[in-house]
């Protein structure tokens, strides 16, 4: 049984091959390992599958409601909208953007209740598992430039913009 696994490198963005009992690192597979061996290493399956990159970086419109897991934000003590309103208004500011990224800015800066909105709403890069994961899924699926239909998660409802 090989003790090897794929991570992801967190300064490099990159996989590389981990061995969990003598704790040696690989940046390329190990010898010895067949292709179908590696394909089947714990964490090749997340983070080696070709068609997805190992980081993204995206920016987000976040508008919260009472069932969020916070339901408070940087310009609203108390959360009281429901959801369902939560998306009505999310769906005024898709219609508001129609796909252009300086406006997509311009209203997280404004109107997101996450604290990225100071920075047009630009989360950074980040990796599979630091978000949560219809985010991540969806943001995943976005070629870059492109917006997403409106996802929800535990944090509130969103509008995502695939920046890299």
Same mark, same amino acid.
């Given at each position: ?35 179908? %061996? /590696?394909? #089947? ?10 068609? +997805? @990159?190992? %980081? /993204?970086? #995206? ?10 897991? +916070? @339901? ?16 009505e208004i999310l769906k005024g500011y898709a219609h508001e953007i129609d796909g252009s990224a300086e406006k997509f800015a311009e209203l997280a800066t404004v ?54």
């Amino acid at each position: 049984m090989s003790n090897w696994e794929v991570r992801i490198s967190s300064s490099r963005g990159v996989p590389y091959y981990y061995n969990t009992e003598t704790k040696e690192s690989l940046w390329e597979a190990p010898a010895g390992l067949t292709q179908e %061996q /590696v394909a #089947a290493l714990p964490g090749a399956k997340q983070y080696l599958s070709g068609d +997805r @990159p190992a %980081q /993204v970086r #995206a920016s987000h419109l976040l508008v919260k409601h009472r069932g969020s897991r +916070r @339901p408070s934000s940087w310009k609203e003590q108390n959360i009281t909208r429901s959801k369902e309103e939560a998306i009505e208004i999310l769906k005024g500011y898709a219609h508001e953007i129609d796909g252009s990224a300086e406006k997509f800015a311009e209203l997280a800066t404004v109107h997101s209740d996450c604290s990225s909105h100071s920075n047009g709403g630009d989360l950074g890069f980040f990796r599979p598992g630091q978000m949560q994961k219809p985010f991540e899924d969806a943001t995943y699926a976005l070629k870059v430039g492109e917006i997403s239909d409106i996802i929800s998660t535990d944090s509130g409802v969103h509008l995502i913009l695939r920046t890299a």
